[in-house]
Nanobody, 121 residues
Framework: QVQLVESGGGLVQAGGSLRLSCAAS????????MGWFRQAPGKQRELVAS???????NYADSVKGRFIISRDNPKNTVYLQMNSLKPEDTAVYYC???????????????WGQGTQVTVSS
């Protein structure tokens, strides 16, 4: 019943910006953590950025200073503002949320379907 839907991916030239959005929907009781992961071909999925409800953030060293993660708790939405994009940022970006529902009080890790980000040089 819970769904995470990403949007905002696309093709952008190096140095440009994109803003990814991920909206969680369904019978959600509470979202503990939200974040963004990415996976490039032949590479392991890696954490890009995460944010807890209180606003504490964590970034991969490769994106620190360029990306900004934020969330709108009433809307159950997390954003990833990506600036100064590099070709190395090309990957499928996945939204992630650790949440509880009204029927399951055990926190569960949910994933979005992924959105492609391609940065050309």
């Amino acid at each position: 019943q819970v769904q995470l839907v990403e949007s905002g991916g696309g093709l952008v030239q190096a140095g440009g910006s994109l803003r990814l959005s991920c909206a969680a929907s369904g019978s959600i009781f509470s979202i503990n953590d939200m974040g963004w992961f990415r996976q490039a071909p032949g590479k392991q999925r890696e954490l890009v950025a995460s944010i807890i409800r209180g606003g504490i953030t964590n970034y991969a060293d490769s994106v620190k200073g360029r990306f900004i993660i934020s969330r709108d708790n009433p809307k159950n939405t997390v954003y990833l503002q990506m600036n100064s994009l590099k070709p190395e940022d090309t990957a499928v970006y996945y939204c992630n949320a650790v949440l509880t529902t009204y029927t399951n009080v055990i926190p569960v890790n949910y994933w979005g379907q992924g959105t492609q980000v391609t940065v050309s040089s």
